[in-house]
């Protein structure tokens, strides 16, 4: 049974610390073992950050490896002190150990920007990645071995990351270091307001693999866990699923611009393997499933479609999808939203309107005259021609005449 409430450990505080506080959860998942299941193994914290000493000494102590883990404020040290249980050497596929890392801040406001693994000078065998994980992320776990742990299942509100342990890491080696690198930022202020509009809305569609239609399935949050931040989504596979092909759309309120959509490679977490993404311009519209009234959806700004082919859901559960997108900043929307600000741009609207109309009013009239101009001088210079015609009529009839 998954239980909400953290252990918490005293610390002596007569040390400098850090002015954040981390928590580290421990997951196992085998095809086997768990039966692909993410299974909980063991918990530690809050533990204030120390300067000169380690948060977690040998960590899980329900396993037969453990890690001596040092949290500092830039990066994370994994150094592998025990391996004497271990069920292989060499991790089979269908195999990863997580580590979650759980930040709070005691001061300052901030959440975790971004992560990665150090690669220059690595001293491991491991095959390793890093995920950022926003503030609120719920993590869904099982107790398989019967642990019997209190486990946070929603991790701080400034968010965490996730470190995997995959397919092919060799543990015979002891003292394997495993270096982390992350990077805070101050958290987004969001105004709160009981009328303000969610800014993004996801829709789940099935297709029918006999005739090709596409419905709406209300039931994925059951399936996924999904976390939408300001550059990327992230999706987890929570649970066993025979589907065709499977359609996520995304249909963002804001109005900036999205650029630069592409599924981030993940060696580890194969769940990308099985999806595309395709960016949804304004305009697009999507069949609400309704057989009565047929009502579509439409996107009055940019969203993002995630297609899933059909795979064996097994093979990836508990394995996770990361889309990243850009929004330039700075720049002038295409859509203005109603109220004040639609009103100040019908003005200006019409007043451009009205001035370009002057203006071809002006340039027609100029044109006009222009033309007038042309047939007066036409007409003076038709005249003189006919009295010099005239003129020498005249002197030659009067040559004549002599």
Do not use: C
Request: charged share 30%.
């Amino acid at each position: 049974m998954i239980k909400s409430v953290a252990t918490a450990f005293l610390f002596a505080p007569a040390l400098v610390v850090s002015a954040r506080e981390v928590t580290v959860i421990n997951t196992f998942q085998d095809v086997d073992l768990t039966n692909s299941m993410e299974a909980i193994l063991d918990t530690k914290g809050p533990s204030s950050m120390y300067e000169d000493s380690l948060e977690f000494v040998g960590f899980p102590s329900t396993t037969g490896n453990a890690y001596d883990i040092d949290v500092l404020e830039d990066r994370i040290i994994m150094t592998l002190k025990d391996n004497n249980a271990v069920y292989d050497w060499t991790f089979p596929e269908g195999r990863f150990d997580r580590y979650y890392f759980s930040f709070a801040s005691t001061s300052n406001d901030e959440e975790v920007e971004a992560a990665w693994i150090e690669e220059e000078g690595e001293d491991h065998d491991l095959v390793a990645s890093v995920q950022t994980l926003l503030p609120g992320y719920v993590l869904e776990t099982h107790d398989t071995f019967e642990m019997d742990l209190e486990v946070p299942t929603v991790l701080q509100q400034k968010g965490g990351l996730v470190v995997t342990i995959g397919p092919g890491s060799h543990l015979d080696e002891l003292e394997q270091e495993l270096v982390i690198h992350y990077r805070m930022m101050p958290a987004s202020q969001e105004t709160e307001s009981e009328e303000e509009e969610e800014e993004v809305t996801v829709y789940n569609t099935m297709q029918d693999s006999e005739d090709g239609s596409e419905h709406m399935d209300s039931t994925f949050a059951e399936r996924y866990s999904i976390s939408v931040g300001s550059d990327e989504i992230v999706m987890k596979l929570l649970q066993r699923h025979d589907s065709g092909v499977e359609r996520f759309y995304f249909k963002f309120t804001v109005q900036e611009e999205i650029r630069d959509v592409e599924l981030v490679n993940d060696e580890i977490n194969a769940l990308n393997k099985h999806a595309q993404v395709i960016l949804l311009e304004p305009g697009f519209s999507l069949n609400s499933g309704d057989e009565e009234d047929d009502e579509m959806l439409v996107f009055d700004n940019w969203g993002i479609m995630v297609e899933f082919s059909p795979f064996q859901a097994e093979q990836v559960i508990g394995q996770t999808l990361q889309v990243k997108f850009t929004v330039p900043e700075d720049e002038e929307y295409e859509v203005v939203e109603a109220g004040e600000d639609a009103e100040d741009s019908n003005e200006e609207e019409e007043a451009t309107q009205e001035a370009d109309e002057q203006e071809e009013a002006q340039e027609s009239q100029d044109d006009e005259e222009e033309e007038t101009e042309d047939v007066h001088a036409a007409a003076e210079e038709e005249a003189q021609e006919q009295v010099q015609e005239q003129q020498i009529s005249e002197e030659e009839h009067v040559a004549r005449r002599q």
